[in-house]
């Protein structure tokens, strides 16, 4: 080696480029591995797949170049009708020779425009060698992991190969894989996803289609939440389409479709801003994830709604699912409290136009278009064109159609406050709480669903404001200032005119959604055409506000701690329905007491109808049984007497029953001459028109047919005067306390207790039998004299019973009651009348219950046939001895009848040992009404039987 120039700097820089004068000399090849061929082949068992991810699941549509342009893969094209796998491989690859030899302009027909786009070129990554060499070729490398998705997609290729059945799958660009994929998710049709009409659910066009570097079985389980939230959105969408939102007609369907179409609008806006170039499939699944949660809570509501055929079990089934749902996922609290508010609230506004807080002109309109409402309305007949008042209505309850988060209690107040707001209207139009411009000056509190404490309390505060105001009116009003007040309407209401026409539906504004494809480019901003009013809704800024489609983003609420839903319609209905309900029925109480003297109707249904006048029962009964009284009866040849003393003489002649003509002459004028003896002697005075009796009462004449009307025949028998009633017809206002079940158990305690009444006439008449001449009165062998006191101490004793403590205590009672509302009423008291009364339904209730007490001290109730069995069998062993009695005294008379009243004596004994032995074996005789924890037990507040009274008149010294 020589050297030039020795003395010259080894460290200069001017010839630095130049080659080394050590150039080493390169090595010589190295000589080939000797291989051994006696070797045992190594097993492939272990390098199979175990998960089996290459097995072929389906046959391939159509087969893709695996190793062909790398650069730009082949994209998959779907072709409609095809019969089998192998015939559409065979015909995929002859439409693409045929599409590359055709016309350009023909190419490309089934595809995306930018489905063949070149991706742009991504630079390479150099090395030493191939910075000093351009030529150079990188030798590809040993390590499956550092080959990237092109050795991945080598290794399912030749997995496929080694099964013998290609299973690989085939690559499409993966932009127009993720694409398609986000409008899956959207719930759009595309090229390789569509919609299965008949399972109702989206799949896959090519089930063999893949992006490159993930194998079929990856993809599939990344894209499933996709599918199903894909579906879920058809399904959403189908349910708007069947229930368009229409304002004229509120229902909880509209509503609920109405509140669906906002959200999916939201969904679509706000997804839609996350899509972009760079998008991956790990991040259209995470935002699927959330966007399915939401979208598939909605699907489950709606297909469990849609099984309801009412809108109370609408409602019911909607707040079970959204209470279940938020407890599942906590951060969906405020938007299934917003679509809770918004179904329920055409059922709240007719609750409010029903109990009045709002104006009930639309209530007929919400009635009709709300299916099934638990308001069932009718109408009266017309009586003809001479007929001047409005047609009545009924109003009808029916509790099947409430919700059923509502309390039974809480529904009935709702119904009955409703009815009884409608009767203060019908007879006092001007009282302040059925005029709309007064209640609307008092500021009345929507009813609204409230989610939170804070919120039911902030409507406890409204309603108390709101009571004050209409209280002060409604205690105005009934000192008897009847000045209007300023006629005032709620904010953004104006008047409503029954004349003016309905406004028509404003034009070009869809009620239902559309199936969105991706050619369909009208309608891919969303699901209605109308964006302002979408945009601007509550539910649209929560569905593009929240942050709940960032993986990031905790499942915590930040809603305020409130009830269970469960119980959201009860605590929001009760502090308002609980203040109005107070008012309306203490207003109907001032009107029923103070204008339509209740309490003197009532009074006068216990001086007849249960002969609590002791003037009308003593005239009544000398009538029918005094045979001292002069005969009525129609008889040729002999004029018939009249006047104050002619009787029916009941036990005393052979016809019966007797003639209309008759009747109507012995009880002329009786009603009328104790009503009007009796009024210098009541304390509260009522002014009669033209000396009517309240009511129309009269005696009148009862329906019998078949047994009733022969036993009735028979004047010896206890139904000889079942014929005869009492007829009142209360006036149309009263009705709403003296119904028509009331007045059925007035009848029939008149029917018992007029019976009664002629055992007490019939013992009377034994005793003078006793008296008279010939009758062995003193003789203590006589079975006659026996039988007779033995009659006289039972029937006094059950006399005595029947009117002092069945009818006397118990109506005492109620009389109290009814002394102590009107009390309050003439005081100006709400609360004490309330207290009192509870309120018109509940003193309706109290009404019958007291007689329901009454018939159940008069052995009436089915719990009691037997007793009331054997007392009609006593009075008829009473009713067969009395002309026997009669007749003691004449010759010869005596000793025939002396055995037959002996065995009537012996059978008379037994029967009433058997009544005092039934009294005994009563469980304590407790009573059985509904009313008993309310208003106390018939003997007072102690535990006492009632009927340890009549077992202690009868068998004090347990004779029987």
């Not at 001479?386 to 039974?408: C, G, H, I, K, L």
Request: with cysteine; glycine share 6%; charged share 25%.
């Amino acid at each position: 080696m020589d050297l030039e120039d020795d003395n010259e700097d080894p460290f200069t820089t001017r010839d630095l480029w130049k080659p080394s004068r050590f150039p080493l000399q390169p090595l010589p090849p190295l000589e080939p591995l000797i291989w051994d061929k006696e070797l045992p082949d190594i097993s492939t068992g272990a390098f199979e797949n175990p998960l089996k991810l290459f097995d072929k699941n389906d046959s391939l549509l159509y087969q893709l170049n695996v190793f062909g342009d790398a650069e730009d893969p082949v994209v998959a094209e779907p072709e409609p009708e095809t019969s089998n796998d192998e015939a559409r491989a065979g015909k995929t690859d002859e439409s693409v020779d045929e599409t590359k030899s055709s016309d350009p302009e023909l190419e490309n027909l089934w595809s995306l425009e930018n489905l063949h786009e070149t991706p742009e070129q991504t630079p390479k990554l150099q090395s030493w060698d191939g910075f000093l060499d351009n030529s150079f070729q990188e030798p590809a490398s040993a390590y499956l992991s550092e080959f990237g998705a092109r050795g991945f997609d080598a290794a399912l290729a030749y997995q496929a190969s080694v099964i013998g059945i290609e299973n690989s799958g085939r690559l499409v660009r993966p932009d127009v894989f993720l694409q398609s994929l986000f409008r899956l998710g959207l719930g759009w049709n595309s090229m390789f996803f569509h919609y299965n009409e008949q399972k109702r659910a989206f799949e896959k066009s090519i089930r063999d289609v893949r992006v490159s570097g993930v194998s079929l079985a990856a993809l599939d389980g990344l894209i499933g939440n996709v599918l199903q939230c894909g579906t879920d959105m058809q399904r959403i969408r189908r349910f708007v389409r069947k229930n368009p939102a229409v304002p004229e007609q509120p229902s909880a369907l509209s509503s609920l479709a109405g509140a669906a179409s906002v959200l999916v609008y939201g969904l679509e806006k706000r997804l839609s801003t996350h899509f972009g170039p760079e998008i991956s499939l790990i991040q259209i699944q995470t935002l699927f994830k959330r966007c399915g949660d939401l979208v598939g809570t909605l699907a489950d509501i709606i297909d469990a709604v849609e099984k309801d055929k009412y809108e109370s079990e609408i409602i019911s089934t909607l707040l079970v699912k959204c209470d279940i749902h938020v407890q599942r996922v906590p951060w969906m609290a405020d938007i299934l409290h917003e679509i809770i508010a918004r179904c329920t609230r055409p059922w709240l506004m007719l609750v409010e136009s029903w109990i009045g807080l709002r104006s009930e002109r639309p209530l007929l309109t919400q009635l009709r278009s709300m299916k099934n409402s638990f308001i069932e309305v009718e109408f009266s007949q017309d009586l003809g064109p001479q007929r001047v008042a409005p047609p009545m209505v009924e109003y009808f309850y029916r509790p099947d159609m409430m919700p059923s988060s509502v309390p039974t209690d809480q529904a009935r107040l709702v119904f009955e406050t409703g009815k009884a707001l409608r009767l203060l209207k019908q007879e006092q139009p001007n009282h302040p709480i059925a005029r709309e411009d007064v209640v609307d000056s008092s500021d009345p509190p929507a009813l609204d669903c409230a989610f939170s404490w804070a919120d039911i309390e902030q409507i406890q505060n409204r309603a108390r404001q709101y009571e004050r105001r209409l209280r002060a009116e409604i205690l105005r009003y009934h000192q008897g200032d009847f000045s209007r007040s300023r006629r005032a309407t709620r904010v953004g209401q104006d008047d409503f005119d029954l004349n003016e026409p309905e406004p028509e539906p404003e034009p070009n504004v869809p009620d239902k959604f559309e199936l969105i494809d991706l050619d369909d480019t009208k309608h891919s901003s969303g699901l209605l055409a109308n964006k302002s009013s979408l945009e601007s809704d509550s539910l649209y800024a929560m569905a593009t506000s929240y942050d709940f489609l960032n993986p990031e983003s905790s499942d915590a609420s930040d809603a305020a701690f409130g009830p269970p839903l469960a119980s959201v319609l009860y605590l929001s209905l009760a502090p308002t329905l609980s203040l109005q309900a107070e008012l309306v029925d203490y207003s109907c109480l001032h009107l029923l007491f103070k204008v339509h003297k209740l309490r003197y109707h009532l009074t006068v249904q216990w001086r007849f109808q249960l002969l609590g006048d002791g003037l009308f029962a003593s005239r009544l009964s000398h009538s029918l049984f005094d045979p001292e009284m002069q005969s009525g009866e129609r008889k040729s040849g002999v004029a018939r007497s009249s006047g104050a003393h002619t009787g029916l003489r009941l036990g005393n002649r052979d016809t019966w029953p007797p003639a209309s003509s008759e009747l109507r002459l012995v009880l002329m004028g009786l009603l009328a001459e104790c009503h009007e003896s009796s009024k210098s002697t009541r304390g509260m005075q009522h002014e009669t028109k033209e000396k009517e009796l309240p009511g129309g009462l009269s005696f009148a004449i009862r329906e019998l047919r078949g047994e009733e009307l022969i036993k009735c025949k028979d004047p010896n028998a206890i139904e000889a005067l079942d014929f005869l009633r009492l007829q009142y017809h209360p006036p149309p206002v009263l009705e709403s306390v003296i119904t028509s079940r009331s007045l059925h158990k007035y009848d029939r305690l008149f029917k018992h207790l007029l019976r009664l009444l002629r055992m007490v006439a019939v013992a009377r008449g034994l005793v003078r039998d006793s008296t008279a001449r010939g009758s062995l009165s003193g003789d203590t062998r006589n079975i006659f004299q026996k039988f007779r006191v033995d009659v006289h101490h039972f029937i006094t004793a059950l006399h005595d019973y029947f009117f002092q403590v069945g009818v006397g205590s118990t109506w005492q009672r109620f009389e109290s009651t009814l002394l102590k509302i009107e009390r309050c009423l003439d005081r100006g008291d709400i609360d004490g009348t309330i207290q009192t009364a509870g309120s018109l339904h509940r003193l309706r209730q109290y009404h019958e219950d007291i007689l329901d007490q009454i018939l159940f001290s008069l052995f009436l109730s089915k719990r009691h046939e037997q007793a009331n069995k054997l007392l009609e069998d006593i009075f008829g062993t009473i009713l067969t001895f009395a002309p026997l009695s009669r007749l003691d005294g004449h010759s010869g008379i005596r000793q025939q009848n002396e055995r037959t009243v002996f065995q009537l004596h012996v059978t008379f004994r037994k029967q009433v040992g058997a009544f005092v032995r039934y009294l005994r074996n009563l469980d304590g005789g407790r009573m059985s009404s509904k009313s008993r924890g309310r208003y106390g037990t018939l003997s007072g507040s102690n535990a006492t039987s009632v009927f340890e009274h009549l077992l202690l008149r009868l068998d004090m010294k347990e004779y029987y």
